[in-house]
């Protein structure tokens, strides 16, 4: 195993020019007035794709070898790791297999298929689909292309710091989602080589975050997975994890966790605020400026990760959170 290193995000840096967006870093100035200090958000919710994750699926399919390239990748995954994935191979012509359960609702399917990508339906759950992508591997010779835990994929979502550095070189601490921690530890890696003073805060849902109980447990646990508007952080760390939970135990000043209802106000904030549609994975270091769980000391940016959400879903959220 190797690490992760800075070389290796700017690296990443030269293969996305041109594939992904330079997302914008705005500032808000209603948190600056709250937190008494300039904010920022970099908004990878404008990202193609709506998530960061086109990052780390493009570099990961730019790395393959040529024969790996000829036969095509597959992944598990019917949300946004899936969709980047099927749209990063499907512009450089190469084939993807994304495998889901029959449980997947159809307008997810129809999404990603538009991508590009061919979908494999199997089982009922998400570990038969994923059973169905080890057996691509093996039968068929596909590369497995994961959706965290692979250099590859770290270094990619790294390139978000390279910008956040170019763009506000005072930063002195950065919000970042924390889920399998490929966002935060490519993000981590990169900050940290800059200035190891600038504080790197892993942000995650308190209901059934694995990273948490991970680094609380000091080896990767498994959680029981519960339903949370902040849907893109559900999911386990895999309990042979080769790199995001050390690189997160190694670079993080602090996790923190906030509710349901937070979150819920967060999505709010960004739509009558700041003008911006977010899902709820992204808007959690959003929550955790607005509950004051987090309070910077210094100029602040907060990565704002997706914003692929139910549209009815969003609708009444935003609804309950209108401002008086
Ligand atoms: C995947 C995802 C995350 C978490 O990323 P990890 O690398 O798994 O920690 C956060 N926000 C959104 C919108 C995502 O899709």
Redesign the pocket.
Known sequence: MSAVLLDDIFEARRTLQGKVLRTPLVPSPTLSAQCGQPVYLKLESQQLTG???LRGATNAIAQLSAADKTRGVVAAST???GRALAYAASAVGVRAVICMSELVPANKVEAIRALGAEIRIVGRSQDDAQLEAERLVREDGLAMVP??DYGPVIAG?GTIALEILEDLPEVDTVLV????????SGIARAIKSASPAIAMIGVTMERGCAMHASLAAGRPVQVEELPTLAD??GGGIGLDNQYTFAMTRELADDTVLVAEDDIACAIGHAYWQEGQVV?G??AVGIAALLTGRVRPRGPAVVVV??R?IDMAAHHRIVGDARPQ
């Open positions: 998530s960061f994750k949300g946004n790791h959706p965290f979502q989602p924390l889920s399998g921690g490929g966002l935060f893109s952080l899902e994975a992204a990760s997706g692929n």
